[in-house]
């Protein structure tokens, strides 16, 4: 019986260290690997931005006007419209929290987007080069490369 309770112990344990590790071994998002963040504004970059490295962000709109370079990652609560000739090297999120129809996620010709696309709601992609997994939610489309 000790041997059964030593052993199950050890399994236990085992078991809440993997859990944990699974559990907050996960990355989040946090405000700190943000170099730009709009908050509830907008953020817009202009033609011929370039953002070495962090996270791009905002709770309702990225927009690029023109051909832009992001280091890192995109993050919006709504919707991201990226103009023509643009490069993304990180992830593209977008929640659209508010669930607006459409596109919520609108990209020009000529991207490159290296990271993985998760958008919650349909995706335009006007040509390019798209290198991760897109991923949308279901009932929605994907149109593009």
Not at 25 to 30: D, I, P
Not at 92 to 109: C, E, K, R, W, Y
Not at 132 to 144: A, C, D, H, N, R
């Amino acid at each position: 019986m000790r041997k059964f309770l030593t052993v199950s112990s050890f399994l236990f344990c085992l078991y809440l260290l993997f859990f944990s590790v699974t559990v907050y071994g996960q990355t989040t998002t946090g405000i700190r690997e943000f170099v730009l963040f709009g908050g509830q504004q907008s953020v817009q970059m202009s033609t011929s931005t370039s953002v070495s490295a962090g996270a791009v962000g905002s709770y309702k709109l990225v927009k690029s006007t023109g051909n832009s370079v992001f280091g890192g990652n995109i993050h919006s609560g709504g919707r991201i419209e990226l103009a023509n000739s643009n490069t993304v090297n990180g992830n593209i999120t977008a929640a659209n929290s508010d669930a607006l129809p459409g596109t919520i996620l609108q990209v020009g010709s000529n991207a490159v987007l290296n990271g993985k696309i998760d958008v919650n709601g349909n995706i335009v992609i006007g040509g390019g080069t798209v290198v991760g997994p897109v991923t949308y939610s279901s009932g929605f489309s994907y149109s593009g490369p």
